[in-house]
């Protein structure tokens, strides 16, 4: 008696074919990027060069609202899954917003675990550096398209720290340090400038690396976008995104 089999000859074929076709076809595409200890679930919706991101698990108001936006913009979301902020490498703690250079992630790690010597430091880094591009590979944009990162860190960031290192300022809301747009782009800055929300263009940056996604996507000229929004005002975060979207191409 014949073996009811749920894959018929033709669908191995209809496999076997579809591997150069791969990246034309949605269902057969990953749903998640690791690196070291960490992953990202990938949300796709339909072609477009927009990217998302968000890298601090507990920001879960800023992950809500990406998965939200991700049901009618089209584009692909990267966000980590932890919910927590520090991620685990290699048994230790690392801040993922820090990992995209070998000297800001190595300022992190030793802040993190104080009790690491140098071959623990060096192990952790050298893992990062064997898969930090396959990581920067699919979060930049091809053909000039955008990467948007959702932020909103307690007490770690005000647009007054970002002015100071950036190229140039639009400052509306003055009383308002912790929201502001922080972008790379001097186009995207013209537009963002006339928004009522405080926005920095920091193409040139004048401070040490530290290692955030922001910095290597301005020194290889790529459009990025960061929304910081005080924590737990995800109404902000919601009008910030929506006046980007609108405004930007
Ligand atoms: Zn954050």
């Not at 950036?166 to 308002?176: F, K, V, Y």
């Not at 929300?197 to 193409?203: E, S």
Request: glycine share 6%.
């Amino acid at each position: 008696m014949k073996v009811a089999n749920p894959y018929s000859r033709r669908d191995f074929v209809a496999l076997s074919i579809a591997g150069p076709l791969i990246g034309w076809m949605p269902w057969f595409r990953p749903k998640e990027i690791a690196v070291g200890g960490m992953r990202f679930r990938i949300v796709r919706n339909r072609r477009s060069t927009r990217r998302y991101v968000l890298l601090h698990g507990d920001e879960e108001a800023a992950r809500q609202l990406l998965m939200s936006h991700m049901e009618s913009q089209r584009g692909t979301a990267y966000l980590i899954e932890n919910t927590t902020r520090e991620v685990e490498i290699n048994g230790g703690k690392l801040d993922p917003s820090r990992m995209f250079s070998r000297a800001g992630a190595e300022a992190s790690l030793r802040t993190l675990n104080p009790g690491w010597n140098d071959g623990q430091v060096t192990a952790a880094l050298d893992v990062l550096d064997s898969q930090r591009e396959k990581l920067l590979d699919a979060l930049f944009p091809p053909d000039r398209g955008l990467l948007i990162a959702l932020d909103s860190s307690a007490g770690a960031a005000s647009v007054t720290d970002a002015a100071a290192i950036g190229d140039q300022r639009s400052l509306p809301q003055p009383d308002n340090p912790q929201a502001f747009y922080w972008c790379t782009d001097p186009a995207d800055y013209q537009a963002l400038a006339a928004s009522p929300y405080n926005t920095v263009l920091a193409q040139h940056v004048r401070a040490r690396d530290d290692g955030s996604l922001g910095r290597r996507a301005a020194a290889r000229d790529i459009r990025y976008l960061h929304i910081e929004a005080r924590p737990g005002d995800a109404a902000a975060q919601r009008d910030m995104l929506a006046w980007a979207e609108a405004h930007l191409p």
